[in-house]
Each structure stands twice: as structure tokens, then as C-alpha cells.
């Protein structure tokens, strides 16, 4: 069985061959002597491209949010660490046009590199096919429900912790960082808040924002397994 190609992986099937070459360039890739460019142009339109769908879809997704949690929801989302792992489910690294000398001095394709590419990828499905063709790209390869689900929930445990402790008249909870352990590119955080006259609740995640919505969700969790009350 041959494995899939590039645009059956993605999904999409592109009329215009030379966008899809042209987002999967590496600015050190050889061509440049023929006039052929690198994806950082198509990285720039796909990075508005792609935030306009992800805002579209919460919009549609969250009716009950605000601007304030829609705002961080939507940053949690579009970073470099989830566009890499959109990038490895697609093989962009394996895709992705560099210097040979570059993949021989074993560099590779870094995350980074990786990450723009996706966004120059729904920058040339947008000019290719269009909005509907890109939003269709993001929906199925963000996994946005369960991105969404999980960060709302999160934001809105930190702001029901807050809102609790300014009804009760007690200081505002306080988080700890106890540990960042592991590589840079894999990291476990480990944080506990601290409301005041009541004990310490952890919480852990990859990021430190994703520790204390942890650590925020587990302390209303423990206050009202007290009986302090419904934050």
C-alpha cells in the first residue's frame, strides 16, 4: 500500500500546484535563483486566514462566552505548540522543501519552521479555494471542540475562584509555581492556589496557564465538597 499524499493527508486538493509548492518552501530551499519563493508570504496572509476561522467557530461554538475568555481561548489556541502538532499529523516535516545541507547537519525541520508552514499551507488553501476550503482545513485538523472545551472550562473556573473569594471579602486566590520539569518542548508544570482559610489545591498541564485552570477547577471542587458555597 503507498502511503497517502501531502493532500490527501490535508484533505484538500489544490488546482493551483505552484501555491502548494510554494508553502511548503523553506526560505533555505534551492530556487530562489529561478524566482520561485519561500512560504513566508503565504505564512502571513494563512496566520489572519486562520485566525478569522478559529474566531468564527468560537463565535458559533461558545454563544455564552465573552470577549474576555473568546480573547484568551482563541491565544491558547493558535501558538506555535498547536501548530506543531497539527504539523506532525500531516508529515509537514517530512514535506517541507530545505537546504539539503540543512536535514544532513541534523537540524531538520525545527517546530518552528514546521508551525509557519501550516500557516502558509491555509494561506494557499484559502487563495485556492477559498474561505469554506480553509475553514473546512481548521475544523478538521485543530480539533477545535476539544481544544475549546477543555480552555473554556479552565478560564471559567479562574474567573468563578475570583468572583467567589471578592463575595466572600477574602483576598484574591494565589498561585504558586512548584515545579516546571522536563524539556523545553515538553514540559509539565506543577502549580497550587491558595484561597485564604481554606487548603492549598494543585493542579498541573503543560503550560502554567493550563496548571492553575487545574489547580482553579480542583479548589472550587474542594470548596464545595466544604459546603463553602456555590463559586
Request: proline share 5%.
Amino acid at each position: 500500500m503507498t502511503s497517502p499524499t501531502f493532500e490527501e493527508r490535508i484533505g484538500y486538493r489544490f488546482g493551483a500546484k505552484d501555491l502548494l509548492e510554494e508553502a511548503l518552501r523553506h526560505g533555505s530551499a534551492p530556487g530562489h535563483e529561478e524566482g520561485k519563493r519561500s512560504y513566508e508570504r503565504l505564512e502571513f496572509l494563512g496566520d489572519a486566514v486562520l485566525n478569522l476561522c478559529v474566531a468564527q467557530e468560537m463565535y458559533r461554538m461558545l454563544p455564552l462566552a465573552g470577549e474576555g475568555v473568546l480573547t484568551k481561548t482563541r491565544a491558547s489556541i493558535i501558538n506555535n505548540r498547536n501548530l506543531a502538532k497539527v504539523a506532525e499529523r500531516i508529515d509537514v516535516p517530512g514535506s517541507l522543501r530545505i537546504d539539503p545541507s540543512v536535514r544532513r547537519k541534523g537540524a531538520g525541520v525545527t517546530r518552528k519552521m514546521a508551525a509557519d508552514a501550516v500557516e502558509a499551507v491555509i494561506g494557499a488553501i484559502f487563495l485556492d479555494g477559498g474561505h469554506e476550503a480553509a475553514l473546512r482545513f481548521v475544523r478538521s485538523h485543530f480539533r477545535l471542540p476539544d481544544l475549546m472545551g477543555a480552555l473554556v472550562a479552565g478560564f471559567d473556573a479562574k474567573s468563578r475562584l475570583q468572583e467567589w473569594c471578592q463575595g466572600e471579602h477574602l483576598p484574591l486566590p494565589a498561585y504558586t509555581l512548584l515545579s516546571a520539569d522536563g524539556p523545553p518542548h515538553d514540559r509539565l508544570f506543577r502549580v497550587e492556589v491558595r484561597v485564604e482559610g481554606h487548603p492549598a489545591a494543585g493542579g498541573s498541564g503543560t503550560t502554567r496557564k493550563e496548571a492553575e485552570m487545574d489547580a482553579a477547577a480542583k479548589a472550587i471542587s474542594f470548596l464545595l465538597a466544604a459546603g463553602g458555597g456555590t463559586p
